[in-house]
């Protein structure tokens, strides 16, 4: 299925936490998937930081439909077309690119663009984006940041990434207009390419549990 942005936000806001991925073979998106899933987290964002995020896009439509894909650090329309050919559901890029953003609306794919300052909000607005990533999160100001930029932007949906850890991100996701949080230290390059996916899928679960408790 093709999903549209508002049916991103519903399911984002539904799992509350993205993991955000970085791998460097392709093969190990399957078990990790499959890890994901099974404990709660049906959705990834592979980011096309390596050569091998094409693949592992590929692989996960191919073999866990149900997972929502994210591709991750999209930084020109090139990547944006293989994504999208590999079967990505949405684009999510670490700053805001009108050429980017009007590229993914002109072939129908949902993107989600990073900002940190209103600037870039309003650069975002301008293009009809509602949906934005705040990036790098904590080093951006973090919540009190997010705070201050929705007194004026209050119909901001929000997915911090950068810093987020389970010490902090309840206090992210307290925010009514924060959708989910985009976080790696459960997912860790060091533990995906060491298969370690027993002790990936018990960090999922205190994951879950932990922004469950958080409505």
């Given at each position: 299925?093709?999903y549209?942005?508002?049916?991103?936000?519903?399911?984002?806001?539904?799992?509350?936490?993205?993991?955000?991925?970085?791998?460097?073979?392709?093969?190990?998106?399957?078990?990790?998937?499959?890890?994901?899933?099974?404990?709660?987290?049906?959705v990834v964002?592979i980011?096309?930081?390596?050569?091998?995020?094409?693949?592992?896009?590929?692989?996960?439509?191919?073999?866990?439909?149900?997972?929502?894909?994210?591709?991750?650090t999209?930084?020109?329309?090139?990547?944006?077309?293989?994504?999208k050919?590999?079967?990505?559901?949405?684009?999510?890029?670490?700053?805001?690119?009108?050429?980017?953003?009007?590229y993914?609306?002109?072939?129908?794919?949902?993107?989600?663009?990073?900002?940190?300052?209103?600037?870039?909000?309003?650069?975002?607005?301008e293009?009809?984006i509602?949906?934005?990533?705040?990036?790098?999160?904590?080093?951006?100001?973090?919540?009190?940041?997010?705070?201050?930029?929705?007194?004026?932007?209050?119909n901001?949906?929000?997915?911090p990434?950068?810093?987020?850890?389970?010490?902090?991100?309840?206090?992210?996701l307290?925010?009514p207009?924060?959708?989910?949080c985009?976080?790696?230290?459960?997912?860790?390059?060091s533990l995906?390419?060491?298969?370690?996916?027993?002790?990936?899928?018990?960090?999922?679960r205190?994951?879950?549990?932990?922004?469950?408790?958080?409505?």
């Amino acid at each position: 299925m093709r999903y549209t942005t508002e049916q991103i936000v519903e399911k984002l806001r539904e799992l509350k936490v993205v993991p955000v991925i970085a791998l460097d073979n392709a093969a190990n998106i399957l078990p990790l998937a499959k890890t994901l899933s099974e404990n709660g987290l049906p959705v990834v964002e592979i980011t096309f930081r390596s050569a091998a995020a094409e693949e592992a896009i590929k692989l996960v439509k191919a073999n866990y439909p149900e997972v929502l894909i994210a591709a991750g650090t999209v930084l020109t329309k090139e990547q944006v077309l293989t994504a999208k050919n590999a079967g990505a559901d949405c684009i999510v890029t670490p700053g805001f690119n009108p050429n980017i953003v009007q590229y993914c609306q002109e072939l129908g794919l949902p993107i989600t663009p990073g900002v940190n300052n209103p600037m870039a909000i309003e650069a975002a607005l301008e293009l009809g984006i509602q949906a934005v990533k705040f990036f790098p999160a904590e080093a951006s100001g973090g919540v009190k940041m997010i705070k201050a930029l929705l007194g004026p932007y209050g119909n901001l949906q929000i997915m911090p990434t950068g810093g987020i850890s389970p010490t902090n991100i309840k206090d992210y996701l307290a925010i009514p207009n924060v959708v989910a949080c985009g976080g790696s230290w459960f997912v860790e390059k060091s533990l995906i390419k060491e298969q370690k996916w027993e002790e990936i899928g018990e960090m999922v679960r205190e994951v879950v549990e932990l922004v469950k408790s958080e409505k």
